[in-house]
């Protein structure tokens, strides 16, 4: 897991198929200045896990859609136009929204953005 420090925030980045499929199972907790970005997502679950969460969605150009808090046990198909997801510890999506665009997360990606 590659760990990418952008405006007070670590952004772990899973680099293996079995890091991302892992994702934050088997933690007791996600630290607040900690998310976990899954590129390419268009849904998540919290089943196994002991702690809720904020999923944050972004559309394919990395632009905010919306925050949703996740319980243990569920899973969440946002919106169709959801083509990433970043998760953070409860109740701190809107801090990582207001505090990280797009372009921030991209360049952590080292994607670059698609031409219109």
């Known amino acids: 897991m590659r760990h990418v420090e952008r ?25 607040p200045a900690n998310a976990l970005v899954l590129a390419r997502c268009r849904s998540v679950h ?25 319980v243990p046990g569920r899973v969440a198909w ?16 809107r801090s990582l929204s207001a505090s990280l665009d797009g372009r921030t997360i991209r360049e952590a990606l080292g994607i670059a953005p698609r031409r219109t």
């Open 7 to 31: 405006a007070g925030w670590t952004l772990e980045i899973p680099e293996s198929h079995a890091e991302r499929a892992r994702g934050l199972l088997g933690r007791d907790a996600l630290d």
């Open 78 to 93: 946002p919106r169709t136009r959801v083509r990433n997801i970043v998760e953070t510890a409860e109740g701190r999506g």
């Open 46 to 70: 919290t089943i196994g896990m002991h702690f809720p969460i904020d999923i944050v969605a972004f559309d394919g150009d990395w632009s905010f859609l919306d925050v949703r808090t996740l």
